[in-house]
């Protein structure tokens, strides 16, 4: 659980719920004992660690009332909860681990009150190269050191389980009774504008001749839009990207996650699952200048774009079913109906001129369309992990990174 400031930010800024702090614990010894505390648990995530780490999660809005004193990092990972804390201590914490991936990771504070219970969260000194290399879950072990003016508790070691920078962290879990953690726009950091494979791709769509140009929403044409979003389709279906339902991850106790492969494994292997192919779409749209989003729904996920640029109504707000990439199961163009009349035909000209096929694409518009625009009051309402939209941008204006990706 991450500090009431940073949930306080990320409620304010992507739709979340607050989480909720460590479980009070009856009073014990009079001598300071202390307790490890991690965020996810026994789970740590190096994805969410790299694409979260510059994000300044502290907010200009008034800060509700903390249940728990809090000392160092408010977008710490790792700390301790340290009860009976006499006021005016020193105390001193210390966090290492094995492997590589964490140098020693060392806060010392001096209490301001007789706390019953406080948390205390060095500033994580992460090797971010060695967690972006691990890609199979492992065990890893994390000790913790605590003094207390100058007088050391007992040192304690624990097995944490460091999870492939693949696996998306994106709801964390407290008790059955009470709502999760929504961390879904951690997503966001799978979505990389910046790959360099992205602009030969662009090259091979321009020599489509379906679009002379990718300039976002320069022309404020809508059909023109909507024309830069097929051509880049078209070229993934030519590339003979398809649809592979490849989303298990090893079970978590407190941690919904998904396995999100990078743009470089899903070209490769030319397979994307649903989040596979959203981040990868997202992730060209993005480059082209149009607003992206990712759609999670309960056990899916799929892509949403605007029409038109600064569209506050969000009417010009449609979608995209990624998983109908390379699909020959399609119905007529005459029967769809999300598409206008205008754009259906224009789509159309543009298909036959050019001898590509506009189907594919014109159903996965039509079911992506008609889920979104179903379930659109859900996903206006805050804390539902089942119902978020992501939007690229105001991650990006949040602090979240894209995770670098390539080979070496």
Same mark, same amino acid.
């Given at each position: ?65 903390? %249940? ?10 790792? +700390? #301790?909860?340290? @009860? *009976? $804390?006499?006021?005016?201590? /020193? ?20 209490? %301001? ?10 500033? +994580? #000194?992460?090797? @971010? *190269? $060695?967690?972006?290399?691990? /890609? ?36 964390? @879990? ?235």
């Amino acid at each position: 659980m991450k500090l009431p400031t940073l949930l306080l930010a990320l409620a304010l800024a992507c739709g979340t719920a607050l989480a909720k702090a460590p479980k009070a614990k009856a009073k014990a010894a009079r001598q300071p004992t202390y307790q490890t505390w991690s965020y996810t648990d026994e789970d740590l995530y190096p994805g969410a660690i790299i694409s979260a780490a510059t994000v300044d999660w502290n907010t200009d809005e008034e800060d509700e009332e903390a %249940e728990i004193g809090t000392y160092g990092d408010e977008n710490g990972w790792l +700390g #301790i909860v340290l @009860y *009976d $804390a006499p006021k005016g201590a /020193k105390v001193t914490v210390e966090i290492s681990a094995d492997g590589g991936w964490m140098k020693p990771s060392t806060l010392s504070i001096v209490t %301001e009150d007789n706390d019953d219970e406080v948390l205390i969260i060095p500033k +994580g #000194i992460f090797d @971010y *190269d $060695a967690l972006r290399q691990v /890609k199979q879950q492992k065990p890893v072990n994390v000790t913790t050191k605590v003094t207390i003016n100058g007088q050391p508790l007992e040192e304690t070691t624990e097995t944490h389980l460091l999870r492939s920078v693949n696996e998306c962290p994106f709801a964390v @879990y407290y008790d059955d009774d009470e709502e999760p953690d929504d961390i879904s726009f951690l997503f966001a950091g799978y979505v990389n504008e910046n790959h360099p494979w992205i602009d030969g791709l662009l090259k091979e769509a321009l020599a489509t001749g379906i679009v002379d140009s990718f300039d976002g929403y320069q022309s404020g044409d809508r059909d023109k839009v909507l024309a830069q979003v097929f051509a880049i389709w078209h070229v993934l279906e030519k590339r003979g990207l398809k649809y592979s339902d490849i989303t298990a991850t090893p079970p978590s106790k407190t941690v919904a996650s998904q396995y999100v492969r990078f743009l470089d494994d899903s070209i490769e292997n030319k397979q994307a699952n649903c989040v596979d192919g959203t981040v990868l779409m997202a992730s060209i749209l993005t480059k082209i200048s149009l607003n992206a989003h990712l759609v999670l729904v309960p056990g899916h996920c799929y892509l949403a774009f605007d029409l038109k640029e600064d569209d506050e109504t969000g009417r010009s707000t449609v979608a995209l079913e990624t998983t109908m990439l390379g699909t020959k199961e399609v119905d007529p163009l005459d029967s769809l109906t999300k598409l206008s009349v205008k754009s259906r035909a224009k789509l159309n000209a543009v298909a036959k001129s050019r001898k590509v096929s506009v189907l594919s694409f014109a159903n996965a518009f039509e079911v992506g369309t008609s889920d979104y625009k179903e379930n659109a009051a859900e996903f206006e309402e805050d804390g539902d992990p089942n119902y978020v939209r992501v939007s690229i941008s105001d991650a990006r204006d949040l602090g979240i990174m894209p995770i670098s990706a390539g080979r070496n």
